[in-house]
Each structure stands twice: as structure tokens, then as C-alpha cells.
């Protein structure tokens, strides 16, 4: 494997095996499968799991990794195109990012959305700008439009509960939270889910849709795989029978870019906070899922996050096992 960005780059087979991988690797360690490789890590963007459970996974796999993010650089890093570097950044990424890669053997790169333009975002332009300067094996730990580890780890998640693939009723929904936010991980999600076969509804307010070309991927490769893809603003309509009920805010599409419009517009739903009376209609075991970090009280109500349907924590443990399969299926000799 020479590059983990997209999982709809995988056949369903070939996440199969990943997916045994990382439950082998957990049933019978391998401590020095990558004895002497090294991972780099670039963070352009915050993180708590994917950095953690990346250098933990590398460490378990007998390897080494280390990390540069902005905030640690003594110089200061310059992301913009054609900018003349007269400001407080002393070094760009174009020769930062070949000089991170050329230390290791792998490289995984954080760098979410600038939200200016959807058209710039739904390319993922940022992300593919910087891997066009690396030349070894490259990890996507989130850019404008996939992340990819997540959905893994969520897949896996998903098979661990034993939720059906086909027919399982998985419900993507918009969650209130005070600022816009990207739209990697409801984009990567509704593909997961519909990769996977499930009968998927994204459930979200007016102006809330998500993108027709992410929409349309995601019916695609249902089609492909015997899953559906529809949309609804109905809650109990969305709910009605589901497993899981996957939440998780994103930006305004009718406001992208547009801070006081998708303000305006996300003031009116603090009412879309998860909590019990949203599973009315749902399975009596429906799930909660969620990538973390979420805001108790604000995306889900705290009886919801600490109560028997919530998995936050083991999507958060998975992270760590499906990127070790990662990691060994792109580094093992
Ligand atoms: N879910 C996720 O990617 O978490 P972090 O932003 O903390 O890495």
C-alpha cells in the first residue's frame, strides 16, 4: 500500500483484510514487525487521538515516529501558495514537507479544510497540493474532505457490535455546535456506511445538505453494494428502526464560507442535541456513535454519552488497532 487517503480506493474484500489484520495483530502482537522504519507525522491541524494513537501504534508495531506541527516549529510554517514571506513564518511548506518525508518512511498528514470555497474543499486541493511533494508512502490523517482512519476504525466498530451490514439502518446525523465546522467526517461516513452496505439516511436541517457530489458518490457505491442513500430533515422519519444513530455537525453548504449566514442559520437548531427522545422510534439497543471531540450538552446530551447506547470509546480504541494494520500492511517487508 503506498497511499491510505480515500477508503473507497478499497474494495470491500481488501478492507476485509485490513480489518482481520488489525484483529490479528490484537489476538497475537507483532513487536517488531517495523523494527528500525520510522513514521513522520505532519499536524497542519489539532489532534488528540489520530496523533496518540498513531505514535502508540507505531510504538507497539517497534517503530518510531515523531511529530512537527506548526506551534512546535521554532521557525513558523507558511502554508499559501505564491505568498512572499515577509510575515512571521520563516519556513514553507514546500521544502518542509519533502525535508519531514526524507526522515522517515512513511508520512501521515493532518490539514483540514480552509472553508473559503467548496469547490477548493470538495477536491481536497490543500491536501493534494502537499502530498504532490512527498515521494513516500502517505497517510491522510484528515484533510478537507476524507478521513479515512476514522472510517476504519468506525467499520470496525461497527463489525465488533455485530450491526448488520445489509439492512442495517445507520442514520447520519447533524448535531448543533456553536461554529461551522468541516465536512471531512460526515463526507467519509455516509461513503463508510454505504461501502458497507447499510441502509443509510442522512438526517439534517434545511440548508444543512451535504454536497450533491459527496451525496452522489455515496449512492453510487450503495448501488454497487446493495446499500441505500436518502436524505431527510424528519427525525422520527430518519430514526425509525435504526442501529445507529451517527452524529456529527458540519458547516452550512448554503453558507459555505459565509460565517454570519451559517451562524444565522445554526442559531435557530440548539435543539438538534441528541438525546432520548430521539430514539423513540429507533431499535431498543440503536447505538450512538461519534468520532470525538464532541461538546456534552451541546451535539449530545451527557445521559446519551454516558449511558449503555454510547461507543465513543471503543471508535476512539479502534483508531489505534486499524492503523496498525495500516502501518504494517504499508511498511512490513
Ligand atoms: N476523531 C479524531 O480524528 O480525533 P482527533 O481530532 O482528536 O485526532
Excluded at 50 to 72: D, H, K, N, Y
Aim: net charge negative.
Amino acid at each position: 500500500m503506498n497511499r491510505f487517503n480515500d477508503l473507497t480506493d478499497f474494495s470491500t474484500d481488501e478492507i476485509g483484510s485490513l480489518l482481520k489484520l488489525a484483529n490479528r495483530l490484537e489476538r497475537n502482537p507483532e513487536p517488531r514487525a517495523l523494527e528500525g522504519k520510522v513514521l513522520s507525522l505532519l499536524f497542519l491541524s489539532p489532534s488528540l487521538r489520530t496523533l496518540a494513537s498513531f505514535q502508540a501504534g507505531m510504538s507497539r508495531l517497534g517503530g518510531g515516529s515523531f511529530v512537527i506541527s506548526p506551534e512546535m516549529s521554532i521557525h513558523g510554517l507558511e502554508t499559501r501558495p505564491g505568498i512572499v514571506m515577509d510575515g512571521t513564518a520563516a519556513e514553507h511548506v514546500r521544502e518542509a514537507v519533502p525535508v519531514i518525508a526524507s526522515y522517515g518512511d512513511a508520512l501521515g498528514i493532518r490539514a483540514f479544510a480552509e472553508r473559503r470555497s467548496l469547490e477548493d474543499d470538495l477536491t481536497d486541493r490543500e491536501f493534494e497540493s502537499l502530498a504532490s511533494l512527498v515521494n513516500v508512502p502517505l497517510i491522510n490523517m484528515e484533510s478537507a474532505i476524507q478521513h479515512p482512519c476514522q472510517s476504519l476504525a468506525d467499520w470496525k466498530t461497527l463489525n465488533d457490535l455485530e450491526i448488520p451490514a445489509q439492512g442495517g439502518r445507520f442514520v447520519l446525523s447533524w448535531a448543533y455546535h456553536p461554529r461551522a465546522l468541516p465536512l471531512a467526517v460526515p463526507a467519509a461516513t455516509v461513503q463508510m456506511a454505504a461501502q458497507r452496505g447499510m441502509d443509510v439516511v442522512v438526517l439534517r436541517p434545511p440548508g444543512f445538505e451535504l454536497p450533491e457530489p459527496i451525496m452522489e458518490k455515496a449512492r453510487q457505491i450503495a448501488n454497487e453494494t446493495g446499500g441505500k442513500v436518502t436524505e431527510t430533515a424528519d427525525r422520527k422519519e430518519a430514526m425509525e428502526d435504526a442501529h445507529v444513530i451517527y452524529a456529527k455537525s458540519w458547516s452550512s453548504t448554503s453558507h459555505y464560507g459565509n460565517r454570519p449566514g451559517d451562524q444565522a442559520l445554526r442559531e435557530e437548531l440548539v435543539d438538534w442535541c441528541i438525546d432520548e427522545p430521539w430514539f423513540d422510534k429507533a431499535r431498543a439497543d440503536c447505538r450512538f456513535m461519534h468520532c470525538l471531540p464532541v461538546r456534552r450538552g451541546v451535539v449530545v446530551a451527557d445521559r446519551i454519552l454516558d449511558g449503555p447506547r454510547s461507543v465513543v470509546l471503543q471508535e476512539a480504541h479502534n483508531r489505534m488497532k486499524v492503523q496498525m494494520a495500516v502501518l504494517h500492511q504499508m511498511l512490513k517487508n
